[in-house]
């Protein structure tokens, strides 16, 4: 058992490095491995035979390195967050996009574009953590409310939390859409690219930004993942079985609306992946969280890495925003969640 | 080992509990009955800390309960909750490891996993530790709650469960006969003989008769009995306090059991009328 846990953790580990490798060469500068190895080497000083242009060495460094950085720190953000909401509340049909959390955080974002100027207290001086702060305040916002709407005795109901996301989703949707009427275009296009979802802002300053909004939480709820557990068999024995039901909340709460704030703040809303992510890996590993956040965080990086390589050559010289491929893919998994969980999804 | 002075509880001013004084002592089996909404369930979950009494104080191993941490006083008492519906596939093994969580971090340790894999043998289900808990009888799903909810009051490096408390709160629901008694005569060898404390809400005067050494007695949120078994098992203060005759009948010089007068039909004043589908057999 363990050795199985194991081996799907090195077979996934190997298809994220070769999502990687892919989306490395893959594009419309395309370059080989050895060319990319050649292109590293030089960067430490070391000097290899094969022969490189100047055009592949910028393409690398400026638009491709940081964009898979961002594919794969995303990918992981948004699976991770999709097994801790999960594990909270009790069902697997929770995901930031689908209770309101990741539009939510957009509706911030959004704000934060069009009400810059007005709204000079909130800038720190570098206006991308802002935004990302911004961002982060949405999601928690959003998070909360559906928590409080959803709980009746101390029991989530989750029918009502489920329709509480669709209402957010629907207010949020309506105030964003009033939002582009007031719009410039420049206002415009970064809006639209907040609604569909794409990879293309990411540059090295950003990632630098992303990164503690996503590996510390990561790193923390892994060490919740016996809370997480806990949690399965019910707030009260969990209670019974040492676990700070309070806390756990909070930290979870924060930590997935951290990550999926900072996903939004700079990658838009990128649907399902923690939805099917989740919904996959708990299949192969099972729904024990020491081994399924891990699992996850590596299959939900490798996935929007495929991903995004998928709307970046698809149609070139045009990208279709990586949200409408995820959402594509996403849809068929959950109806067949649907389909297959009718009997005890709202129990 | 457990003193609670003078507790009560009110939920938005409705009073669930009125003011009442308890304790417990160890190696001891103590039942709690009384009629549905007597406050037994209140009760037993106050003691066990999951909430503050609104009146009065609970020591716990000369401590107040509100003074002891969590993961701490997870190690002195465990709860056995009537129905369990776990949400996802957790296995068998898992589930049972789940008990040992208030003894480590991270990850359990050889000692851990050593109590995990003899429960598992003694449970018998060696062939499906794998299995999922789910796809399992209701009266297997009961047993091996009780598993985990054992392991969490042993101790690796001593065999007694001195100073520690199991609740059970009606945990006999939705078994069959077999079960029900195996599952008593469980918290008797495995807790009390070892020098720990079963505290249980039961609904069946039999059940309480047969293994309890104390029975407690609830009725409307007021502690009508608590003595000794014997002394408390009375016909007379059971009927009234059931409101249904309740009668002791004597098996043998040492066995006997109660029973509600209802049951017994009485043949001769009485006779079991002979069903239409018999009549129209008949012709």
């Not at chain 2, 596939?89 to 050889?110: C, K, Q």
Request: hydrophobic residues 50%.
């Amino acid at each position: 058992m363990k050795n199985k846990k194991r081996n799907i953790f090195f077979l996934l580990s190997a298809l994220l490095i070769a999502a990687i490798l892919l989306s490395v060469s893959l594009g419309a500068v395309s370059m080989s491995v050895g060319q990319v190895v050649a292109i590293l080497l030089k960067s430490v000083g070391v000097k290899s035979s094969i022969l490189f242009s100047e055009n592949q060495e910028n393409v690398l460094w400026t638009l491709r390195l940081p964009r898979i950085g961002f594919a794969v720190m995303i990918g992981a953000a948004l699976a991770t967050s999709g097994v801790a909401l999960q594990g909270l509340f009790r069902n697997p049909l929770v995901d930031s996009g689908l209770i309101g959390i990741a539009s939510g955080s957009s509706l911030f974002a959004s704000c934060f574009i069009l009400f810059n100027g007005f709204v000079p207290a909130l800038v720190i001086g570098n206006s991308q953590l802002t935004m990302a702060i911004t961002s982060f305040t949405g999601a928690s916002l959003t998070a909360f409310l559906v928590y409080r709407i959803s709980q009746y005795q101390k029991r989530i109901n989750i029918a009502v939390l489920i329709l509480a996301g669709v209402a957010l989703n629907a207010l949020t949707a309506s105030l964003t859409g009033l939002l582009t009427y007031f719009a410039d275009d420049s206002q415009l296009r970064d809006l639209t690219f907040w609604t569909l979802g794409s990879l293309a802002g990411a540059t090295w300053s950003n990632l630098a930004i992303l990164l503690p909004f996503i590996l510390l939480p990561m790193l923390i709820l892994q060490r919740s993942a016996k809370a997480l557990n806990a949690f399965s068999l019910g707030e009260n024995p969990a209670h019974f079985l040492g676990i700070n039901i309070r806390r756990t909340k909070i930290v979870v709460l924060l930590c997935s609306t951290a990550m999926v704030g900072a996903s939004v703040a700079f990658a838009g809303v990128i649907a399902f992946v923690g939805l099917v992510i989740p919904h996959i890996m708990r299949m192969l590993v099972g729904p024990g969280h020491r081994a399924l956040l891990p699992v996850s965080a590596i299959a939900g990086a490798t996935l929007l890495c495929f991903a995004d390589l998928l709307s970046r050559t698809l149609l070139p010289p045009t990208e279709i925003p990586v949200g409408i491929i995820t959402a594509l893919m996403g849809t068929p998994v959950l109806l067949t969640i649907l389909l297959k969980q009718k009997k005890n999804l709202f129990s | 080992m457990i003193l609670a002075s003078d507790i009560s509880f009110s939920n938005q001013g409705r009073q669930i509990l009125r003011p009442m004084t308890l304790s417990f002592q160890q190696p001891e089996f103590v039942a709690i009955l009384g009629p549905n909404g007597a406050g037994k369930s209140t009760l037993l979950q106050m003691l066990a800390g999951l909430f503050a009494p609104t009146t009065g104080s609970i020591i716990f191993n000369k401590r107040p309960v509100s003074q002891w941490k969590t993961t701490e006083l997870a190690r002195q008492r465990s709860f056995l909750h009537q129905q369990n519906n776990i949400s996802g596939s957790f296995t068998v093994a898992e589930i049972l490891e789940m008990g040992r969580y208030p003894y480590f971090d991270l990850n359990p340790s050889a000692g851990d996993n050593a109590l995990v894999e003899n429960s598992i043998l003694e449970l018998g289900l060696t062939q499906k530790r794998q299995q999922i808990y789910q796809t399992l009888s209701g009266g297997e799903q009961q047993r091996i709650q009780f598993a985990r909810t054992l392991l969490q009051l042993q101790e690796t490096d001593r065999p007694d469960l001195n100073n520690k408390v199991m609740f059970l709160d009606e945990p006999l629901n939705n078994l069959d006969l077999q079960y029900q008694y195996a599952l008593m005569q469980q918290a008797r060898e495995k807790i009390t003989h070892l020098g720990g404390t079963v505290i249980a809400v039961l609904h069946d005067i039999n059940m309480a008769y047969q293994f309890a050494d104390r029975v407690i007695i609830l009725k409307n949120g007021n502690l009508v009995v608590d003595d000794t078994t014997e002394q408390a098992l009375n016909p007379e203060v059971l009927s009234s306090i059931f409101e249904v005759e309740i009668t002791k009948f004597r098996v043998s010089e040492t066995t006997s059991f109660f029973n509600t007068k209802a049951y017994a039909r009485d043949l001769s004043a009485n006779p079991a009328p002979v069903s239409e589908t018999q009549e129209i057999n008949k012709k």
